[in-house]
């Protein structure tokens, strides 16, 4: 049995179905940080996709140079993720001998009756060298079935060997798909963490944010 089969035996034995805290901590304070609760930016504007006659495929990397410039609630709710399945995240990354993995939110979704995913192929390219996932953690109880049902989703969290460059570019690819579209959110993030300093500064509260515009 490969590595990267056993490791996702573990995270699936680890169970779905967690209860997801309502206030969420720092997935990794390394370095300079924005702060949280000042972002103004949606869960889809993080999201690269892919998509085929059959499924749809969506990846929000959950690192907190990117996580802490999303608006208040979609902020806690990926950082509750990353929480709520923390003990086996860590398993995953102690058993792959590293230390800062790289995070990320999967989701697939059914676009025709009994629609076939293949959760291990996804994969990332970083300065043409491929990364698959070290191991994943799934989220939803039928991530294991590897099949969808029209307008059926499941979802997990991927664990990568090394934290992905949110603040350079890098590809996402699947089944033959392929995405660069990170490189064209950087010029979006930089004007987010702009306007996050300048709201931390200015001191606004968290509750003050809601209905910013970009």
């Known amino acids: 049995m490969s590595i990267t089969r056993r490791l996702f035996l573990l995270a699936l034995w680890g169970g779905v179905g ?104 996804l994969s990332v390219l970083v300065r043409n060298r491929l990364f698959r996932p070290l191991g994943i953690v799934p989220l939803s109880v039928r991530f294991s079935s590897q099949q969808l049902e029209v307008r059926e989703q499941v979802s997990a ?15 996402l690819s699947y089944d033959g798909l392929n995405s660069e579209d990170w490189l064209n959110k950087q010029s979006l993030l930089d004007r987010e963490r702009a306007r996050v300093a300048s709201r931390a500064r200015a001191g606004h509260s968290p509750d003050s944010l809601r209905g910013v515009t970009r």
């Open 157 to 171: 969290i991927y664990v990568y060997e090394q934290e992905l460059p949110v603040e350079d570019a890098f590809a």
């Open 18 to 121: 967690s209860v997801v805290p309502a206030a969420a901590q720092s997935v990794r304070p390394a370095g300079p940080l924005a702060p949280p609760g000042y972002g103004s930016l949606a869960q889809s504007d993080l999201s690269l996709r892919l998509r085929n006659e059959d499924i749809e495929v969506r990846f929000v990397p959950l690192d907190p140079r990117v996580t802490r410039l999303l608006a208040r609630d979609a902020y806690q709710s990926v950082e509750g993720l990353v929480l709520a399945r923390r003990r086996s995240i860590d398993s995953i990354a102690t058993l792959g001998g590293v230390s800062r993995p790289g995070l990320a939110l999967v989701t697939f979704f059914g676009l025709r009756p009994n629609a076939a995913f293949d959760p291990q192929t």
